[in-house]
C-alpha cells in the first residue's frame, strides 16, 4: 500500500511519466520474449519518433534525462520479473527519443570470470552512461551501432 500512496503523493506530470514509463517498460519487456530483437528495435525508433504526449514543463535535456532514468529504475522494481539492462535501455531510449534528447543505446561484450561472454546494454548522454551503469563498463567493448 505504501507505493500507491507515494505515487499519488508524486505531482500529476511524475504520475503520468510514471505510468507511461511502466507501460512501455512492460511492453518492451513482453517483446523481448515475443518477437526478434532487429523487429523490436526497428518498433522502438518508430515509438521514439512520436512526440511524447505528456510535454514536461520547461526542463533542459539534462533535468528530462533525470527524470527518465528516474521513471524507468521506478518502474523497473515493480515490473513483473524485473527488468534486466536491455529492456531498459530501450526503454529509456525511446522515452528519450520522443523528447528529443539524443543519446546513444550501446550493446557491449565482455569476458567473464570463467572465460564466456557477457553482454549488456547502456545509454549515453552527453558522453555519460545515464542508464545502465556497473562499475566495470569500460571492460566491455561495444558492439557497431544498430541501423537506424
Partial sequence: ?????????????????????????????LGLWLVPFERLWKLSLKLGQRPAKAVLSAKTDVQTVRQIVWAVNLSARFTPGGAKCLARALTTKVLLDQRHCPSLFKIGVAKDASGGLDAHA??????????????????????????I
Fill in 122 to 147: 547502456w545509454i549515453e548522454f552527453q558522453g555519460h552512461v545515464v542508464m545502465g551503469q556497473v562499475s566495470k563498463i569500460s571492460e566491455y567493448t561495444a558492439l557497431p551501432p544498430l541501423p
Fill in 1 to 29: 500500500m505504501k507505493p500507491l500512496r507515494n505515487f499519488w503523493k508524486l505531482s500529476p506530470p511524475d504520475r503520468i511519466i510514471l505510468l507511461q514509463t511502466y507501460l512501455l517498460l512492460t511492453l518492451i519487456r
